[in-house]
């Protein structure tokens, strides 16, 4: 982890944000390799990716210490959507990737932040696509069917972080779960983009 030095009275989703916007950019980066969404195998593993992803927090957005705290937390959970975009792939995902070990509630914070920006990010790279004509399957993307601004939606899960009271060194840990998350959701897109789709779904 990189040497923090951090103002102890900052809001939480600021320190997130400073501490992880390198990160979250080169993800993003990473997510342009998946996103050509006129290849249905691109397609394909770009699905796949916030599929396992979203499978493995999942849990997350019903832990009743965490959802009582953030607005509209389990209406977050993208699961659902992403599970309809794959059974329109008719793809039967087989890998078996689980969380590396059992969250801190304030671990699980840090992961949620993660899901939450990449799941921001997604919906605009597909929205992108969709509005320049850079796509053209001939299902739907289940993922962006939710209207919202993304920018408001942003706006309120940080408000709900913010209110979150917790000492600055419990903040430490909720950045040490964001750390991890961004660097699971790296190793997913490292393994499901260059393996061989039709042999390792």
Request: aromatic letters at 10%; proline letters at 1%; glycine letters at 0%.
């Amino acid at each position: 982890m990189n040497r923090i030095k951090l103002k102890k009275n900052r809001p939480l989703s600021d320190i997130l944000k400073q501490r992880t916007k390198k990160l979250s950019n080169e993800l993003q980066k990473n997510m342009l390799n998946t996103t050509n969404l006129k290849s249905i195998e691109k397609y394909s593993k770009f699905i796949l990716i916030q599929y396992y992803f979203q499978k493995n927090i999942k849990d997350l957005y019903r832990i009743e210490n965490i959802s009582n705290l953030i607005i509209d937390l389990e209406e977050r959970d993208e699961y659902f959507s992403i599970s309809l975009d794959l059974k329109e792939l008719n793809i039967i995902p087989v890998k078996k990737i689980n969380l590396p070990e059992e969250l801190s509630f304030l671990e699980a914070l840090g992961w949620i932040y993660v899901t939450e920006d990449l799941t921001v990010k997604t919906k605009r790279l597909c929205k992108f696509s969709i509005n320049n004509s850079l796509y053209d399957q001939d299902h739907s993307i289940n993922l962006v069917m939710n209207q919202d601004n993304e920018n408001v939606v942003w706006s309120k899960f940080e408000k709900s972080l913010d209110s979150i009271e917790i000492e600055f060194i419990e903040k430490i840990k909720v950045l040490k779960g964001a750390y991890d998350a961004f660097q699971f959701y790296d190793d997913l897109i490292k393994d499901i983009l260059y393996e061989n789709l039709k042999d390792k779904l």
